[in-house]
């Protein structure tokens, strides 16, 4: 079994080395192994499978409390497919609507680049269907401010 350092792990993982510290301390994973005469952490494989998913529900916005939840799910193992299966749901529906959200802003970005594409072009045509565009998107925005 080959042990790894922290830096070792940081980089594999994407987390940063206080990142790495700060899920020990608070119980997410370990207690982490240390070198007798050193003292430093030494990390296992299996440490570094379970960071990097930890790692992947951090990017996607999950909390420290849903991450333990996820944590304790997986030690507990198929009594808890359940209840895995209804948090990592809630958080995909999280990321459907922020997806929505961000297709409302791509288009209403490109809208108001075609307007001034129009502008640069000096057509007025072209302009005015562009403005016709952004003017239609105003109730798409209203509604994601809304949400």
Do not use: F
């Amino acid at each position: 079994m080959t042990a790894l350092t922290i830096q070792d792990v940081s980089r594999r993982s994407g987390l940063s080395e206080p990142t790495l510290r700060y899920y020990e301390q608070v119980g997410l994973i370990g207690p982490i192994e240390r070198d007798e005469s050193s003292g430093h952490r030494r990390y296992r494989e299996d440490d570094v499978d379970t960071l990097q998913a930890l790692a992947c529900l951090r990017a996607m916005g999950v909390g420290i409390e849903d991450m333990r939840t996820y944590q304790a799910n997986r030690t507990r193992g198929h009594e808890a497919a359940g209840e895995q299966r209804e948090l990592l749901l809630r958080h995909a529906e999280r990321i459907e609507a922020q997806i929505a959200t961000l297709h409302i802003h791509l288009d209403y970005l490109r809208a108001k680049a075609a307007l001034w594409d129009a502008r640069d072009h000096g057509d007025p045509d072209a302009e005015a269907e562009a403005n016709l565009r952004v003017q239609d998107m105003y109730p798409r925005l209203e509604e994601v401010v809304l949400r």
